[in-house]
DNA sequence: GTGATAGATGCAAATGCTTTGCATTTGCAT
DNA sequence: ATGCAAATGCAAAGCATTTGCATCTATCAC
C-alpha cells in the first residue's frame, strides 16, 4: 500500500520540524488523517493495529502529543468518554455535535467565534490563540428512542 | 458565620431533589458560590479546607459529580492544568478565555452560540443540549514579558 | 425527644488513563 | 557503511478519580 499524498505531506512537514520519519508515525498520520472526528490515543492504537501496524501505545501518545507541540494538531477532553482525544489541525476549522446518548458526532463547519475573538482582544487586551467547542445534543434517532420509552 | 442567602437557597434546591443537607455540603457550596471561575475538586477541597471544613476529598468528588447530573453544575476539563473542573451553573450562562501564560481567567458573559444551536437543531435534527467553548489567549501582561525575553 | 433508616462520609485501596526511565533499535547525515 | 541522536518498546510509576465498606448522621414517623 502506498501512502496517500496527505501523508507524504504530513511526513515532509515533518521532517521540516527536525522531525524523523518512522513506520509507526506514518500509520499513526494515515489513521489521523483518515477521520474526520476526534481519537483518543487508545482508539488511535487500535485503528493501527487493524491496519496491522505493530505500535506500542506509548509511542502513540509520545506522537500526538508531539504533533499539538507543533499545532499540526488539537488536543481535547471528552468528558463522557474520560479520555483524551487527537485531531489533525484542519486547514478547515471545525467543531463538533455529539450525541450524549449514542456518541454519533455531526461535524459542524461554520465557526461563529471568529467575530467575538476579535471583539474579545479589543475589550480585554488579550491576544486571543485559539478556542474550543464541544456541543451536546440528543440525535434525532435517541429522540424517538426515548419518547417511545416514555409511553 | 450565618449562611449566605444563596447558599441556603442551593440548599433547599437540593433538598427539593431529595438530596440532604449537609455540613460539607454547605461548605461546598459555599467555596463554589464564591467563585466565578471554574474550581478543581482539589481546590475546591484546599478552599474548604482554609475555611477551617474538614472534608475528605471523596466527598467532594461525589457531591460535585451529583451537581452535575442534577444540572446544578458544569463539568468542564482543563487541558493545561489536566484535572476536571466545576461551577455553579450560572442563571447567566457564561464562559472564559484563559491566559496560557499565567493562567489568568477572564468571564465573558456574551454566549455568541445561542443562534448556532437553534440553526444546528434544523439542519442536524439534533436536540441541541448546551455546550462548552474553552478560549486561550495571552494575557496583557504576559505579553510584555513575552515580548521583552525576544529582545 | 427518641429511634429507625436511608443516605452521606471518611478512609484506604483500586482503577485506568497517561507519563516516564531505560535498554534497544533505527532513521538519516556524513 | 558508519555513527549517533532520536525514536521505540516495555514495564513500572504517576496521578486524578472512583469505589467498597464500615461508620456516622440528617431526616422523618412516632
Known amino acids: 500500500m502506498s501512502k496517500p499524498v496527505e501523508i507524504i505531506d ?3 512537514l515533518l521532517s521540516e520540524h527536525g522531525v ?3 513506520r509507526q508515525r506514518s500509520a499513526i ?3 489521523l488523517l483518515a477521520s ?3 481519537l483518543s490515543a487508545e482508539r488511535i492504537h487500535e485503528k493501527t493495529k487493524e491496519a496491522d501496524a505493530d505500535i506500542n501505545l506509548s509511542t502513540v501518545y509520545r506522537f500526538v502529543e508531539m504533533l499539538v ?4 494538531a488539537t488536543k481535547s477532553f471528552n468528558l463522557e468518554y474520560g479520555r483524551a482525544t487527537f485531531e489533525l489541525s484542519n486547514p ?13 458526532i455531526v461535524v459542524i463547519r461554520e465557526c461563529p467565534l471568529d467575530k467575538l475573538c476579535r471583539a474579545l482582544e479589543e ?8 478556542h474550543r467547542i464541544e456541543l451536546f445534543g440528543v440525535c434525532p434517532k ?3 428512542e426515548l419518547s417511545t420509552e416514555e409511553l
Chains 1, 2 share one sequence.
Open 92 to 104: 478547515h476549522h471545525r467543531h463538533h455535535l455529539t450525541c450524549t446518548h449514542c456518541g454519533e
Open 142 to 144: 435517541c429522540q424517538r
Open 29 to 31: 498520520l494515515q489513521v
Open 10 to 12: 504530513e511526513l515532509n
Open 69 to 72: 507541540e507543533k499545532n499540526l
Open 20 to 22: 524523523r520519519n518512522t
Open 36 to 38: 474526520d472526528i476526534p
Open 123 to 130: 475589550d480585554t487586551g488579550f491576544a486571543v490563540i485559539g
